[in-house]
């Protein structure tokens, strides 16, 4: 299978040095776009933005949600707080196994298949720096174009990267 806009392959560090290779795929929409919904109502909380409802009502959270990431990213001391956001997300996120597991449905790390619920607790077991990064690099191949365009480009996601980083050394 070719790398193309469906595929990714990326090496991801565990929390204590090694390095294993990721094979991510893109969600078909039937099921990614009820994930990325699912999503929002879990991000919408870092926002203190309740996503719920009908598309219109969603389709208006996001927006607020998109304006007060836009305000956080103007300024620097917010920049470097975006990372914290993403571990905050991070955690909600873990808090909703079924999210967790809908996201690596299609990924697999050194061969193992994440969505296998031995290979998933195997390979994350005391290593939940690693889980957090897989868990953006999914959001960033299935959501990555989408956010990047509503959020103003792809450096956006650049700097997420980037700040979750900075805050990953602070642990």
């Known amino acids: ?36 919904l699912r999503l929002l109502k879990v991000g919408g909380k870092a926002f203190n933005v309740t996503v719920s409802g009908s598309p219109s009502k969603v389709a208006a959270e996001l927006g607020e949600m998109i304006d007060k990431y836009k305000s956080m990213m103007e300024t620097e001391v917010s920049k470097s ?13 873990l808090e909703s196994p079924e999210i967790v597991s809908g996201l690596f449905a299609h990924t697999a790390r050194d061969r193992g298949d994440l969505s296998r619920p031995d290979d998933f607790d195997s390979a994350f077991q005391a290593n939940y720096g690693e889980l957090v990064f897989a868990i953006v690099e999914v959001i960033k191949l299935n959501y990555g174009p989408l956010l990047s365009r509503l959020l103003g480009g792809a450096s956006v996601l650049q700097g997420l990267g980037a700040s979750l980083s900075t805050a990953a050394q602070k642990l």
């Open 1 to 36: 299978m070719a790398d193309d806009r469906t595929t990714k392959r990326v090496k991801i560090k565990d929390d204590y040095g090694g390095e294993h290779d990721y094979l991510i795929i893109a969600h078909p929409s039937g099921k990614g776009w009820p994930l990325l």
């Open 81 to 93: 707080g975006i990372g914290n956001l993403v571990f905050s997300l991070a955690a909600d996120l």
